[in-house]
Every structure is written in structure tokens, then in C-alpha cells.
């Protein structure tokens, strides 16, 4: 039997960090995971600074259903809500 329930995490410290900071198991694993090592990206860090382009971007590699018929401040929440695990 494994020693933990859970994949394997390429940056466990950076997981852990996240889990402490509330995020969800889910999107903790997916930021550890993440080959960006935490280079600047294109978006702003607001989600309320981003287009509707991104905001729908983001929430499609969330795979957040529903996404196509939410106007940008029900994206924003359902975004706000998954990464701190309040969705599904």
C-alpha cells in the first residue's frame, strides 16, 4: 500500500504551502505540478483585472461547467470558489 493517498507531487513543500494557504488538494497539485516554476505569466493576479477571454480560459482548464453562460462577475466567483475549494 502506497505511504500517502494521493499522486505524486513533483514540489512537495510548494503543495504543502498551498495547502496551508487554503487551496484545495486539487489545484495545490496542479501548481506543484506545473512546469512554470513560477515564472510570470501573461495574466494579471487580480481575476478581476483580467478579460472575460482569460477569466473563460481559466475556468475551461478548471473544467467549471457552466462556464460559457456566466457573465465575467459569476466567472470571477466560481474561479474564487474553486481554488479555495468551495465547488465541486
Do not use: F, H, V
Request: avoid cysteine; aromatic fraction near 6%.
Amino acid at each position: 500500500m502506497a505511504e500517502r493517498d494521493r499522486p505524486t507531487i513533483e514540489n512537495d513543500a510548494q503543495y504543502e504551502a498551498l495547502r496551508d494557504k487554503g487551496y484545495n488538494k486539487e489545484t495545490a497539485a496542479r501548481i506543484a505540478n506545473s512546469d512554470s516554476s513560477g515564472q510570470p505569466t501573461d495574466r494579471p493576479n487580480s481575476y478581476d483585472d483580467w478579460s472575460k477571454e482569460q477569466l473563460l480560459e481559466r475556468a475551461k482548464e478548471l473544467d467549471l461547467e457552466g462556464r460559457s453562460d456566466m457573465d465575467k462577475p459569476e466567472l470571477i466567483a466560481a474561479l474564487r470558489g474553486k481554488r479555495y475549494g468551495d465547488q465541486g
